[in-house]
């Protein structure tokens, strides 16, 4: 929050600069107002906005993580001899 650590009890007022990290991604918030009750997410989302930096850094960092290539090996456990080739190979092909 605005640049600091947040504690529990730490109170948010309109203005304020929020970091939020879900998962890999980071969210960038502007708190705008503040409500008296707890209300739905629509009324929710009336009161902050996300900085443009932070909606461009989280969706070059999903192009990123779609592009990667993925692996699974079968039943768990170590990868087979093929897979192994491949994964060897993917690591001398991404050392050039």
Do not use: C, T, W
């Amino acid at each position: 929050m605005n640049g600091r650590r947040a504690k529990r009890a730490s109170n948010i007022h309109a203005g304020d600069r929020v970091r939020v990290r879900k998962g890999p991604y980071d969210f960038h918030i502007v708190v705008i107002g503040l409500s008296e009750r707890r209300g739905p997410a629509s009324e929710a989302r009336e009161l902050y906005e996300e900085a443009a930096e932070s909606v461009e850094a989280r969706d070059s960092l999903r192009r990123q993580r779609r592009a990667a290539p993925k692996f699974s090996f079968k039943e768990g456990g170590k990868p087979s001899k093929k897979e192994r080739r491949q994964l060897r190979q993917l690591k001398d092909n991404s050392d050039d």
